[in-house]
C-alpha cells in the first residue's frame, strides 16, 4: 500500500469514528493493568457495567486501558465528558465508588469530589 493510499484511508477511518463517536456523551476508562486488576479493577468494571445496564445508559462507552502511571491510586476510572470536554480521573474506585460514579457524576453532572485525584479541560480532536 502506498503512503498516499495509507493516508486515505486514515481519513475515512477517522469519519467513521467520529460518526460513531458522535452519540457518545460520557466515555469511562478503566485501568486494568496488572496492578490494577489486583486492586480490584475487575470487580469495579463489572460493577459499572452492571450499573449502566440497569440504568438503561445508550450514550456511555465504556474501555479499557494499561497503566496510567497512578499506582498507588488504583483501582482508577477516568471519565471523559464529551460534550463539556472534561475529563475527571478518580482514585481507589470500589464496586460501591463505582456506582456513586455512575449515579451522580454520570446521571446527575456532579462529580464525586472525594475520590478525585485529577481534573482537566480535554483537547478539541
Partial sequence: MK????RKLRERLKKKIRLRNKNIR??????MATSGIASGARETLKAILEEI????LTDVLVT???EKGLHPEEP????EDMEKKIRTIY?????EVA???IAEHIVYGRPVKKYIVQREKMEEE
Fill in 3 to 6: 503512503v498516499e493510499e495509507l
Fill in 26 to 31: 460520557i466515555r469511562i476508562i478503566v485501568g
Fill in 53 to 56: 445496564e440497569k440504568r438503561n
Fill in 64 to 66: 479499557q486501558s494499561g
Fill in 76 to 79: 482508577t476510572v477516568v471519565v
Fill in 91 to 95: 482514585g481507589g474506585v470500589s464496586p
Fill in 99 to 101: 456506582r456513586m460514579i
